[in-house]
């Protein structure tokens, strides 16, 4: 399966981009497709050897839409000054279309040429001609509303297409009437109704589009903040070049004031740098040889030489950036349920137009009174503000998570993540540093002590594990070399083996000892070892245990406020670890975590993550390492820190760019936030529709409340832009941690 992201052009509100996705969903060899209407794109996973790019683009048009080619991460600033200078010039046309045929009716002046009752025919035609200019400056809506509806897909431009063409074709009708000399026709005609309608949908498009654009902010912020050009090293000289001429090797050199231009390693120099943009830390990092740096990091106070390792769409901003984009292309169930709403809408409008306008004249009323109020419903019922409800609030918060340093997957994490009871953390590397440290050996065999930690440490050195890092660490503080290892195994949850000296050593943890059938005559030595906190590491060689180390860790800082808060907020705590239960009860304790689960493996932490589910229980883990995958995958919620592998991130929904626990309150903050941003949303959208539709059908016209085509059209502006503003609130959301 391949995954694509097309750029759309034509959708106007959720029923286009729901009508879209189930046309795309519907086509054979696309596995699924997701349509988002901010951004304007489509997600689409399909089967390559069945369809490419033109036969899915071809499916775009066939629903009545356009493709514009493959979505470009690299967003560039929409330029409006074409769209602006129509809105100005036709804004002005629309105030002399009202003073033509309304201003009488409010006392103004009007020049005989211009005059109804004087100059009937004069007046008709210059109404049908400024009308005309306004339907070819919405020949848009106007297209996509009718091949909606041949598509059987009707949406908002098919409801405007037939209240507006109605209205022009009945009064052109009453032109022809006026010019073959039956001017009493001058009194029906509603040009004007049409022009408006037309012009206050394109004013409200052209708002919606600025604030879509500024919803996009952070995405476009990530992608600029990485410079155009660098200086590299070239037979030791300085060479400036563009960003695309770096490749992989290359030694980028970076002054103090200087952006990093690439992912890479420093080989040469230390400096302090801001990696706020991409871990949301907002202190400066030292850094020095052999630590990475990320593309858009800003050089403080130092110089620099590093080699770069990621680039173009490799590195750590093209990453998160394509995080982003797909994410906001998910689909939150609250969405879902709005789109599903749209698609039963705009039917059920139709058929009450005709319903009412059929009734009108049953009852008597005037044709002009009943194509007046045909075209009403349909204008004041357009979807545009049910539309935006969700996805401009999700695209929102999307920005606020990435800006923090908080990379959301899918969308409907956000609306998950209020709703969880149960967090589970591994002990090492998440409620730790993971800077395990050698604290303790007790040697029981000839070799001294630095011996023993040089023989595990060159077995250790192969390892992935965490607990590796302190013998390897060691190694290194002490200048010691690593001797050469043969046949090494890895047992997962369990330790390793390898061979020095065609002697097999094997290293584990207390399982071990069963697995290999060796007895433990160090019960004591062990007791004091995990007393004190330690981490126990068994030495065995020829079925006889010849030391045991114990490898301590430092609990990380704000972990036990973090969990305070947790409690607090009545969400359980649980640490699930591997390691022996004396030592994780030790650290659990300190931090205030009461429910523990030791000695698992790693399987049985994903049977863990299963049997809380089983009990109804709505569970996020939060993990690091390879041990933690399975967890992760199965967990409500999988969340991971950077400094975890590759596959614990590929296995989690959500990745913190920066060990902060912190971070775990800020996903819930922002998760409760969006979620009542978009309750709010979808009831004014709600609202405004079961109060406006009534109205415009005229049951409120015995207490003397009714309204016209055009007032149906600002009237939908208003309720639009309320639901814009509500959910660019989201924008200024606090991170009010714990609350």
């Known amino acids: 399966m391949k995954k694509i992201i097309l750029k759309i052009d034509g959708m106007s509100c959720s029923a286009c981009s729901n009508g879209l996705e189930k046309y795309l969903n519907k086509q054979k060899g696309i596995n699924s497709a997701s349509v988002n209407l901010v951004m304007a794109n489509a997600l689409i996973e399909f089967d390559e050897n069945i369809l490419n790019q033109k036969k899915i683009e071809g499916f775009v048009k066939e629903a009545g839409f356009k493709s514009l080619g493959i979505y470009n991460n690299e967003i560039e600033e929409k330029n409006n000054k074409g769209e602006k200078l129509k809105f100005i010039i036709f804004g002005v046309l629309a105030v002399i279309l009202l003073y033509i045929s309304m201003g009488h009716m409010m006392g103004l002046p009007i020049i005989d040429i211009l005059n109804m009752h004087k100059n009937p025919i004069i007046y008709t035609i210059v109404l049908f001609i400024l009308t005309t200019a306004f339907l070819m400056y919405g020949f848009d809506i106007i297209k996509n509303g ?423 907020n009545k969400i359980e705590t649980i640490m699930l670890t591997g390691d022996n239960n004396e030592t994780a009860t030790i650290i659990a304790k300190s931090i205030g975590i009461s429910n523990i689960i030791s000695n698992v493996l790693p399987s049985e932490k994903a049977e863990v993550i299963k049997k809380l589910k089983a009990e109804n229980k709505r569970v996020m883990m939060c993990g690091d390492g390879i041990n933690d995958s399975p967890a992760l995958a199965n967990a409500d919620i999988g969340v991971s820190v950077n400094s975890g592998t590759d596959i614990a991130m590929d296995s989690s929904d959500v990745i913190l760019m920066k060990d902060d626990l912190n971070k775990i309150l800020d996903l819930i903050n922002i998760s409760r936030k969006t979620i009542r941003n978009i309750k709010q949303n979808l009831f004014w959208a709600f609202f405004y529709n079961s109060l406006m539709i009534p109205i415009s059908m005229g049951l409120l016209r015995p207490i003397g409340i009714s309204i016209n085509p055009m007032i149906a059209g600002f009237t939908m502006i208003l309720s639009s832009f309320t639901v814009i503003l509500n959910a660019l609130r989201l924008k200024y959301i606090k991170l009010e941690r714990g609350e």
């Open 146 to 568: 009718i091949k909606n509806l041949f598509h059987r897909a009707p949406n908002m431009d098919t409801l405007v297409m037939i209240g507006v063409l109605s209205s022009y074709i009945y009064s052109i009708y009453g032109m022809i009437m006026v010019c073959s000399g039956k001017h009493t026709y001058v009194e029906s005609l509603y040009f004007e109704s049409a022009a408006i309608v037309i012009f206050f949908i394109k004013l409200g498009r052209y708002v919606d589009g600025i604030s879509k654009d500024k919803t996009k902010e952070a995405i476009k912020k990530l992608v600029q903040i990485t410079p155009n050009s660098a200086i590299i090293k070239v037979e030791g000289k300085e060479k400036e070049v563009t960003i695309d001429e770096i490749k992989k090797g290359d030694i980028v050199i970076s002054h103090a004031g200087d952006k990093i231009a690439v992912d890479g390693e420093i080989v040469e120099g230390k400096a302090h740098l801001d990696e706020t943009f991409i871990t949301g830390e907002s202190k400066p990092i030292s850094k020095s040889i052999g630590n990475k740096v990320i593309a858009g990091s800003i050089n403080y106070d130092g110089y620099l030489e590093y080699k770069a390792e990621k680039i173009g769409k490799e590195s750590t901003i093209s990453e998160i950036v394509r995080l982003v984009v797909e994410a906001t292309n998910t689909k939150a169930p609250i969405a879902k349920i709005a789109d599903r709403v749209s698609g039963y809408f705009v039917p059920i409008v139709i058929i009450l137009a005709i319903l009412t306008f059929i009734i009108y004249l049953i009852l008597g009323f005037t044709f002009n009174e009943a194509i007046n109020t045909f075209v009403t419903i349909l204008v004041v019922a357009c979807p545009c503000a049910l539309g935006l409800a969700t996805p401009l609030a999700i695209v929102v918060s999307e920005g606020i998570c990435a800006s923090n340093g908080i990379l959301v997957k899918k969308s409907e994490i956000l609306e998950n993540a209020e709703k969880i009871n149960t967090i589970v953390f591994d002990k090492t590397g998440t409620l730790t540093y993971g800077n395990l440290k050698i604290a303790n050996i007790f040697n029981y065999s000839d070799l001294e002590d630095r011996e023993i930690i040089k023989l595990v440490g060159s077995i250790e050195a192969k390892s992935t594990h965490p607990i590796s890092k302190a013998f390897v660490n060691y190694l290194k503080e002490n200048k010691i070399e690593t001797l050469q290892i043969e046949d090494f195994k890895s047992i997962s949850g369990y330790g390793i083996t390898g061979k020095i000296d065609r002697e097999e050593l094997v290293l584990g943890n207390a399982k071990i000892l069963n697995l290999f059938e060796v007895e433990n005559n160090h019960l004591e030595d062990e007791r004091k070892l995990a007393e004190t906190g330690n981490s126990i590491i068994y030495v065995i060689k020829e079925k006889s245990i010849i030391a045991i180390i114990g490898v301590n860790d430092i609990v990380r800082e704000n972990a036990k406020s973090v969990i305070e808060k947790l409690n607090k």
